[in-house]
């Protein structure tokens, strides 16, 4: 299926977000929100979250400065 994150599309084998960040490249979870539809999912929930074909999924990490 194919979902956008971060304004791009791609194409995810699974229906969990994790399949979803596997596709992404995300190797690092440590300081990382994710939100589908405008949604915020919790970290607890990544596993077991369902997604659909044309979500959107926002990763935002945490970036270190001053």
């Known amino acids: 299926m ?6 791009q599309t791609f194409v ?7 399949a979803a960040l596997e596709s992404y490249g995300l190797a690092q979870t440590k300081g ?9 999912i ?3 929930n ?3 979250f369902q997604i ?3 979500d959107q999924i926002v990763i935002i990490t945490a970036a ?3």
């Open 12 to 18: 995810v084998n699974g229906q969990h977000l994790l």
């Open 52 to 54: 659909h074909p044309g």
């Open 42 to 44: 919790p970290k607890s």
């Open 64 to 66: 270190q400065g001053g």
């Open 2 to 7: 194919e979902v956008t994150i971060n304004h």
């Open 46 to 48: 990544w596993n077991s």
């Open 32 to 40: 990382v929100a994710i939100a589908v539809n405008e949604q915020v």
